[in-house]
């Protein structure tokens, strides 16, 4: 799945590890190099949370009867 976005997220000291879409493809989570993941909204392009302190962390989104849920490992 390709985004496409005109907005731009500027900041030297960050580096995106890692990106994963929900199977509906509305949210998207991001891990970065500074610690922290990153829920996004795909259609609105905001960040909806941002949760810090969580270096090297694993993200995914794993479905559970019929209910979609975020989980990450650090």
Not at 27 to 51: E, P
């Amino acid at each position: 799945i390709l985004i496409q976005s005109d907005l731009e997220f500027e900041d030297t000291q960050r580096e995106m590890q890692s990106v994963e879409m929900d199977p509906l493809h509305q949210f998207a989570v991001t891990t970065d190099s500074l610690g922290r993941i990153c829920l996004l909204d795909i259609a609105s392009q905001t960040v909806i949370h941002i949760w810090k302190g969580y270096r090297n962390a694993q993200v995914a989104f794993v479905t559970i009867t019929s209910l979609i849920k975020l989980i990450f490992y650090a």
